[in-house]
């Protein structure tokens, strides 16, 4: 995978939440032919199916990978949704997801049924579906020489055993280290699909490294204070920082606040935990599940483990707007020509619930990138290289 534009190439350099990107900047005379897609709410699948095939137009019938994202309300139907939309359109593999609520390029649906539907043309070498036990080994191909893909898109249940522990594994075995994905988050029923319905676990599609995509993460958290290191854990029970009680520093960080307090801010205080090598600005950002007064300790939803760094932050309209901001001019930077279409995962709790309003971040990358097709959901977890983030976005173009 090249993760760059392609094209004549400038020296590559790192981004610090994105995968490497070359090329002069974007050029707006440059045409390149958006991917089919559609987009609607409606009360029933069928009618959902129906108007998505028709602004997909004729264009639908000559892709052969589909993605397609359902609000819970119509989780259940997925199966029938995507065999459906195989039957009119040709298209022979199709991944998706549920999740409460689904993104479309300058829109967001929330709590009402809809669907957005986006068409793929890849050369057929150069993807294949994963399964759900994420056994398959990733070029496909047991005792091939092909090459190793070099990027995943995948999907999964939030309630799968050990799901960190297989996205890293996952991660390891292709090319570059790269996945991008999301996680159900339809309350009821949380479910994905790839070419069939997955038990539990990872699915979604790999892609050769001749394949071009451009990926970035954006995060939406403010640190209130320094890193601090973990100095004495037990899993996810956080005792001391810094040599001090974790409550203690808490506090200070809060400004002398008492925890009985701790979400004063409007949004609740979070912990980040920076994972080793990991950069200031990849933080995995973790519900404070609670306090031991007894102790001093803090309780988190994620282990620790002595020597760990952390920081605690809250999440915020005005930061996760800046930090937006900035991800899209570096990602605008790199490119050479219009993508032809975008995924975005986006956190569930970003959405109405950070912007006031479930199509704010979706508006804003269409002011940037323009009428680029885009499909996506709000999840229950964003998956960005090997980890999984809460509260973040994650964009992906396919150029």
Known sequence: MDTGAGGPAAQPAPNKSGALLKGPPMKTNTRSTPFPFGHCAAPRWRAAVESCLQQCGPALSGMNLGFAYVTEAFAADLPQIVAALKAASGVAHWVGAAAVGVCATGRGYFDEPALVVIGVALPAQDFWILPADGRTDPTGRRGSAEPAAGFGIVHADPSAPGLARRVRELAGRTAHGILVGGLSSARNQPSCYADGVPPPGLSGVLLSSDVVVATRLTQGCQ?????HTVSECQDNLVLRLDGRPALR????????????DWQRFGSPVLAGILPPGGESDELLVRPIAGFDRGSGAIVL??????GSR????????AAASDDLVRMLASIRNGLYH???GALYFTCAGRGAGLFGEPSHELGMIADALGPVPLVGFFGAGEIFRDRIHQYSGVLTLLL
């Not at 952390?310 to 309209?317: G, S």
């Open 223 to 227: 640190p209130l204070g320094p890193l």
């Open 249 to 260: 520093v808490f506090q200070q960080d809060l400004g002398g606040s008492v925890e009985d």
């Open 301 to 306: 939803r994620e282990r620790v483990s002595p």
């Open 310 to 317: 952390l920081a605690f932050c809250r999440c915020d309209r």
């Open 338 to 340: 219009p993508p032809r």
